[in-house]
Every structure is written in structure tokens, then in C-alpha cells.
């Protein structure tokens, strides 16, 4: 076992970074890891953070040595005080007990089950666009994005209608969020229980969510078991309410099911919603990226709107969408706490360690992604693919704790994307000011006010 310490700053950091760091811990993560290298030690305060940026350490921590490094850190605890033990914030047994689960729900056959779900609300979402593109009128598309995806989740795995309740729901979204990353920024020093306007808001939006989350819950208890026609249960909800533990033969208690609806509700539209903002950023871009776009599309659909057995088809569509992963991944911050201690590109991790990886700081690493910064669709051709590291890319994590939804999501952004670019080419508002707000998702700080151009 190596004794090397990684290098990183000898005393206290300097002023200006920590500035940096309250500014945009996403660019100050890239900063220090193009100033130290693949493996530093960057103190703060009693705190040693440990920062792995290269694919082949990335691949060690999620993957390779992953029993090693447990969720039980500042963030994925602080994430726990609004989703409780759902598969996101859990650990150990009772992870991989709710994991085992959950995953039949996300298995690829019915995911494309979910593929007329899906359709219908991107054409509802359509339909109420459709004022904008006559007369001309920005729409937050950032907004747009958040409404559609919680619908689709509603639908696709609660079998729950949103309906307006959406923004609603959405904004508490925000709202629970914003302030998970306001107290890891101060450290949590605020205690949650002091009336502040900070608190006092948070407490009012996690309310909003517990409202829907318990409504579901008693709603479905008092319809019974559902199943659809094979006699399987017919959404996510139902399967966990049926399922029995194996070794103690027990059902999910109701504060289990709440801890997992609200894990997937949160998990399972703000990620995809901010990743498809982007996207439609990068697009209005990129000319030429979008041109190759609405070429696929056209020759592929014929104007038909498209089905999940057209993707593969839509290749280039998909690499549109691992392109703005690649640039703006949700889940752009990593943690895990080292259970024992070890090594890792020659350098000594303590036990105990905060070690953090970071998607968008390796995803933007010019040794396997040359013009990092430019948005190039054609980098998730087979070929090029094949020839970067495997964790040069990942913006679902990787390793045993792969996101559970990696497939419902690219199924989603798949249609959503073809069917809007058949229909329309977004452009950014004039005086739009683009921004990134590194909150637990990275999304556009102001939203994304664009306007609809027929095609």
C-alpha cells in the first residue's frame, strides 16, 4: 500500500478558490484537477477531500473496489432528509434489498411498454405550445422540460395523473433541492428545526411532495392490487406493494414506499428534465448538429411521429443526447466515503476519506475528449466510442450502483427529442442570458427562455 500523499494545496486554500468554490464548485472541481492532477488532496477546513478525475481511478471507486467507498456522506445524507432510505441515499443490505425490487420495473421489455406514456404527454406538451409557435412568445423550455418529465414519471410508474399539480410539483422540486445545496454549502450550520425563510420555505415545498406521495400511497392501498392483463404487476407502484422481502417474506411498510416514490419522483424527472434544457441549448448552437438532426429524423419518421422500436434507427438522435450528458451531466458530483484505507493511482486514500468524482470535470478532460468544450454529437459514433476509457464517460454513475434509470431515460429523451425536432426548431430568446446553476443537478440558472420555429 502506497504512503504517497496526492498533491493539492500544502496549507490553507488560497482565498480565491474558496470563492470559486461557492460560485461554481463545478468549474473550481475542473480547475484544481487541470492544476494537481488525477488524484488530489484538497483540505477544507478539518476536511480532506479527495478528488479522482481519471477514468482508470474513477473506475476503481464505483466499480472495481465500490465495496470500499459507502454513500454515507454530507450529500447523499442531506439528499436522505427529503427522500429518506429510497435506492438513492441507501446502503448495504437495505439497498441492495430495495434494489432487487425495484429493478424488475426497469427492465428494458417494459420500459418500451412505457413508450405510449411517453408519446402522449410529449403531445400534450405539443399541443399547449402551439399559441407560442403562432404568435412568437418565448417559453421557458427549462420549465417545459421539468412539466413534461413528471408527467411521464407520474404516468409511466405511478399510474398517477399530475395534471396540474406539474408546476406545483415541480417548483417544490426546485425548492427542496436549492436548499440541500444551500446547507451543504454552509455546512449544514443552520440547524433545519430554526424558522428562517430558507427553512421555512424548504418545509413548505417538501410538504407539497409529501401530500402527492402519501395521496398515491392511500389511493392505490384502497384500490387494491393492480395488475395488468398477464396478471404482473402493472406499474412500478403496484410491484413494490406486492413484493415480498425473501428471507423474512414481509412487505414494504408504508414509509418504505414513501421513501422510494419520493426517490424516483425527484431522481427520475429533475436529472432527465435538466439534460433535455440542455440539450435543446447545444442544439440552437449548432447549426450543423442540428441540420444532421432534423435530417434523421425526417428520412427515419416520414412524419409519423416515432415509436420506441424506431430508435435504433435514431442513432443520431441518441448522440445527441449522450453529447449534452457529456457537457452538462445531472448528476455532476459523485461522493463516497472510503470504508479502509487504499491506493489509487499510486496515492494513499485514508480510511475514512471523502473521495469525490466528478462526470463533468472527467467528461471534459481533453486527453479523451479533444475541443472538450464543443458540442460534437459524432463522439458517440461506435467507433469513437471504442476507443476512449469506459469511465470517460458516465453520467449514470457506473459500477453495482449504476442509476436504475439510465434505459427509461434515454427511451424518454429519445422520443421526446425526435418528436420536437419533426415539429420545431428552438432558438434561444434575444437577451438570453445562459447560466449554469450548479444546484444537485446542474440546470440553467435563469431557465431557458427560447422561442418555436415550424419546420
Known amino acids: 500500500m502506497s504512503h504517497r500523499i496526492p498533491p493539492g494545496p500544502s496549507g490553507r486554500p488560497p482565498l480565491e478558490d474558496l470563492r470559486a468554490l461557492q460560485i461554481g464548485p463545478h468549474a473550481f472541481l475542473q480547475r484544481v484537477a487541470a492544476r494537481y492532477g488525477d488524484v488530489l488532496r484538497y483540505p477544507l477546513g478539518p476536511l480532506a477531500v479527495y478528488l479522482i478525475s481519471h477514468p482508470d481511478g474513477v473506475r476503481h471507486v464505483l466499480q472495481e473496489n465500490a465495496r470500499n467507498y459507502s454513500k454515507d456522506t454530507f450529500q447523499y445524507n442531506l439528499l436522505g432528509t427529503i427522500t429518506g432510505r429510497g435506492l438513492l441515499t441507501s446502503d448495504g443490505d437495505l439497498w441492495l434489498r430495495q434494489r432487487r425490487l425495484v429493478q424488475p420495473a426497469f427492465h428494458r421489455q417494459r420500459i418500451a411498454g412505457f413508450g405510449t ?129 425473501e428471507e423474512t417474506g414481509q412487505r414494504m411498510s408504508d414509509r418504505q414506499l414513501r421513501d422510494e416514490i419520493m426517490t424516483m419522483v425527484i431522481a427520475g424527472h429533475e436529472t432527465v428534465a435538466s439534460a433535455l434544457a440542455w440539450t435543446w441549448y447545444l442544439l440552437s448552437t449548432a447549426p450543423e448538429a442540428e441540420a444532421t438532426l432534423h435530417a434523421e429524423v425526417d428520412r427515419v419518421l416520414a412524419g409519423r411521429p416515432p ?19 457529456r457537457l452538462y451531466p445531472p448528476a455532476w458530483i459523485i461522493t463516497r466515503k472510503s470504508l479502509a484505507e487504499d491506493e489509487i493511482g499510486g496515492y494513499a486514500i485514508p480510511a475514512g476519506a471523502l473521495v469525490v468524482t466528478s462526470p463533468y470535470v472527467t467528461q471534459r478532460d481533453a486527453r479523451f475528449w479533444p475541443e472538450p468544450d464543443r458540442f460534437l454529437p459524432e463522439r458517440f459514433s461506435a467507433e469513437q466510442a471504442r476507443s476512449r476509457p469506459r469511465f470517460a464517460y458516465y453520467p449514470f454513475g457506473g459500477g453495482p450502483r449504476l442509476c436504475i434509470g439510465n434505459h427509461f431515460a434515454e427511451v424518454e429523451a429519445g422520443l421526446l427529442i425526435a418528436r420536437v425536432a419533426q415539429r420545431y426548431a428552438l432558438r434561444l430568446a434575444p ?25
Open 117 to 245: 406514456v411517453m408519446a402522449d404527454a410529449v403531445e400534450a406538451m405539443l399541443a399547449r405550445w402551439q399559441p407560442y409557435a403562432r404568435s412568437g412568445r418565448p417559453l421557458d423550455i427549462a420549465a417545459e422540460m421539468m412539466h413534461v418529465a413528471l408527467q411521464i414519471v407520474g404516468r409511466a410508474l405511478f399510474s398517477v395523473e399530475i395534471g396540474d399539480q406539474a408546476d406545483a410539483l415541480a417548483r417544490a422540486t426546485l425548492t427542496v433541492l436549492d436548499h440541500i445545496v444551500f446547507r451543504a454549502k454552509t455546512f449544514g450550520v443552520i440547524p433545519p428545526w430554526l424558522p428562517t425563510p430558507g427553512n421555512l420555505r424548504a418545509h413548505r415545498a417538501l410538504e407539497v411532495l409529501e401530500r402527492a406521495v402519501w395521496e398515491t400511497i392511500r389511493s392505490r392501498r384502497d384500490q387494491g392490487d393492480a395488475a395488468d392483463g398477464a396478471g404482473q404487476a402493472a406499474d412500478l407502484l403496484a410491484k413494490l406493494m406486492a413484493a415480498r422481502d
Open 307 to 325: 415509436t420506441v422500436e424506431d430508435l435504433s434507427r435514431l442513432s443520431y438522435t441518441g448522440m445527441v443526447f449522450a453529447e449534452a450528458l
Open 431 to 455: 437577451d438570453q442570458h445562459v447560466a449554469v446553476e450548479p444546484s444537485v443537478t446542474l440546470r440553467p440558472k435563469h431557465g431557458l427562455w427560447m422561442t418555436l420555429r415550424p419546420r
